[in-house]
C-alpha cells in the first residue's frame, strides 16, 4: 500500500476540519472515552459477574432435571413481583436467571430483580437487586450513563455520532502522502516527545478505526433505531418490532397452557440446530409468550437469534421472527447489538471490541497532549507525516 490519493482538501478546508476535529474531541472526549472503557468491561461482563459471584451461578449437578414450571414456581415463593423474562441455563450462566418486574416510578430506570434457579434441582441459590449489580451497573453506565431520567440514553447515543464524526474527520487529516503509509500508521523511536505523542495518536487512530466506525454505527442504531431504519430500508426494508396479541381469546375462564407446555411447543417450533434461550410470559400489553432462540453450542453472548409467540391457550405459534422469516433488513437490524459488542464474530470479535474501547482514552490523552504542547512551527498541522 505504498500509494495512497491524498484527499483533495484547501488549506482552509482542513484548517476548518482539524479545528472542528480537536473540539469536538476536546469537548466530548470525556463521553466518549467513558462509553468505550466501559464499553470494554461488558464486552465480558456476564462472565465477569459469574466470576465475581460463584454461589450464584454454580449448580449442585450437571444434569438439567428442573422443570420450567418448576423453576418458574421457586422463583415466584422467592420474589412475588411478576416474571418479565426467564434465561435459559447455558456456559457463562449455567442456571435459570428468573427476571421479576418490580413496580417502578414513572420515568425511572426499570426496577428489576433476579432469581437463580438451579436447573439439577430446581432450588433458589439467590436473588438480588439486578440493575444495582456490580457489572450491570457498569452496564447501564455504558448505556445511559447512570443518567436513564435524564436523557442518558440519548447522550450516549449522541457521544456515537460525535465518534463517528472524528473517526471520518481523523481519517482524512491522517491521510498521508503516496509512500508514506507505513511510516504514518507506525510509532517511531528516537523522536521528540511531541512527535512521539502524534505518531501514537494517528497509529492508534488508524488501527482503531473499522472498529470504532463500526461500533458507533450500531451504538446509534440500537439506541435511534427510528434514525437506522430508514437507512436501512434503502437496500432491503425492515420492519417494527411486532408485540402480537391473541385479539379474540377464548372465554373467561379457560386454562392456560402450563409453562412446560409451551416449552415443548417452542422446541418443537424450533428450526434445527436452535435451541431456547429466553422466554417472556403474557404480560397485560401481550398476552402472548415470546420465545427466543440461540444456536445450540455457540458462544452464548450472542443471546438470541429470532423469536417466536406463541398462543397461551392452544400453543400456536402466532408470528415467526427467526431468521428464514425475516427480511435482510430486519436480520440487520436485530443483530446490531451482537455486531457492536463483537460477539457476531466469536470470541475473536469480542476481543477485537475489547481491544478498540481502550482507543478513545488513548487518542483523548494524545490528542490533549498535542493540544497543550504544540507551538508555532514545531510540527505541521495538516497531516501525519
Do not use: C
Not at 482542513?14 to 474531541?25: C, D, E, N, V, Y
Not at 413496580?103 to 439439577?120: I, L, Q
Not at 372465554?251 to 402450563?258: M, R
Request: aromatic fraction near 10%; glycine fraction near 8%.
Amino acid at each position: 500500500m505504498a500509494m495512497l490519493p491524498v484527499p483533495n482538501l484547501t488549506r482552509r478546508a482542513r484548517r476548518g476540519l482539524l479545528w472542528a476535529h480537536r473540539w469536538l474531541g476536546l469537548l466530548g472526549g470525556i463521553v466518549v472515552v467513558l462509553i468505550g472503557l466501559t464499553g470494554s468491561f461488558i464486552v465480558f461482563y456476564r462472565e465477569i459477574d459469574a466470576a465475581l459471584n460463584p454461589a450464584l451461578y454454580t449448580p449442585a449437578g450437571r444434569e438439567r432435571e428442573a422443570t420450567l414450571s418448576e423453576v418458574m414456581r421457586a422463583a415466584a415463593a422467592a420474589d412475588p413481583a411478576p416474571i418479565a423474562t426467564i434465561l435459559a441455563p447455558d456456559r457463562t450462566w449455567p442456571v435459570w436467571v428468573v427476571i421479576h418486574a418490580h413496580e417502578t416510578a414513572k420515568g425511572r430506570y426499570p426496577n428489576r430483580w433476579t432469581t437463580m434457579v438451579d436447573p439439577s434441582n430446581g432450588k433458589v441459590l439467590g436473588r438480588r437487586d439486578y440493575i444495582n449489580a456490580f457489572s450491570l451497573k457498569v452496564y447501564r453506565l455504558h448505556y445511559t450513563l447512570l443518567l436513564y431520567e435524564w436523557w442518558g440514553k440519548e447522550l450516549v447515543g449522541v457521544a456515537g455520532f460525535m465518534l463517528l464524526g472524528l473517526a471520518m474527520s481523523g481519517v482524512i487529516l491522517w491521510w498521508p502522502r503516496p509512500g508514506r503509509f507505513w511510516r504514518s500508521v507506525s510509532v517511531r523511536r528516537d523522536v521528540s516527545l511531541l512527535r512521539f505523542v502524534f505518531d501514537v495518536h494517528g497509529t492508534a487512530g488508524f488501527w482503531a478505526l473499522l472498529a470504532l466506525t463500526v461500533i458507533s454505527m450500531t451504538g446509534v442504531g440500537i439506541i435511534f433505531p427510528d434514525v437506522v431504519r430508514p437507512i436501512v430500508g434503502l437496500v432491503s426494508q425492515p420492519t417494527a418490532d411486532p408485540s402480537p396479541r391473541i385479539e379474540a381469546p377464548p372465554p373467561a375462564g379457560t386454562p392456560p397452557l402450563s409453562p412446560d407446555a409451551i416449552m415443548r411447543n417452542a422446541q418443537a417450533a424450533a428450526k434445527p440446530g436452535m435451541v431456547v434461550a429466553m422466554l417472556n410470559p403474557p404480560t397485560e400489553t401481550r398476552n402472548t409468550w415470546r420465545v427466543q432462540f440461540r444456536a445450540e453450542g455457540a458462544d452464548p453472548a450472542v443471546r438470541a437469534r429470532g423469536a417466536i409467540w406463541l398462543d397461551p391457550w392452544s400453543g400456536a405459534v402466532v408470528h415467526d421472527r427467526t431468521s428464514a422469516a425475516m427480511s435482510m433488513g430486519d436480520r440487520y437490524m436485530a443483530e446490531q447489538l451482537w455486531i457492536h459488542n463483537g460477539a457476531t464474530f466469536g470470541l475473536i470479535g469480542r476481543l477485537l471490541v475489547f481491544a478498540a474501547g481502550f482507543a478513545p482514552l488513548a487518542l483523548f490523552i494524545s490528542g490533549a497532549i498535542m493540544w497543550l504542547k504544540k507551538r508555532p512551527g514545531r510540527i505541521r498541522t495538516g497531516r501525519l507525516v
